[in-house]
């Protein structure tokens, strides 16, 4: 619900500042999602993370948003 399902990026911002421009894509149907690309595998790589790690995602509201911003949770 934070996302615009119109827009074509994104900026993710972690817990140290780091800014990651991602493609977004809002993909519809029964299993309607946003998929993330760009420089979402490159964040992925540099934080070191696995299938089953959490993230956190926060955005200041609902829609429009172009930036949001996440905490890995490490176990």
């Avoid at 790690?53 to 949770?73: L, S």
Wanted: glycine share 14%.
């Amino acid at each position: 619900m934070c996302l615009d399902t119109n827009a074509d990026g994104l900026n993710m911002v972690d817990e140290h500042g780091n800014i990651w421009s991602c493609t977004l894509k809002f993909l519809h149907g029964n299993n309607a999602h946003f998929e993330i690309g760009g420089r979402w595998n490159t964040m992925i790589k540099a934080r070191r993370l696995k299938e089953g790690a959490r993230v956190v995602i926060g955005a200041p509201g609902v829609g429009m948003n172009g930036t949001v911003y996440f905490v890995v949770i490490r176990r």
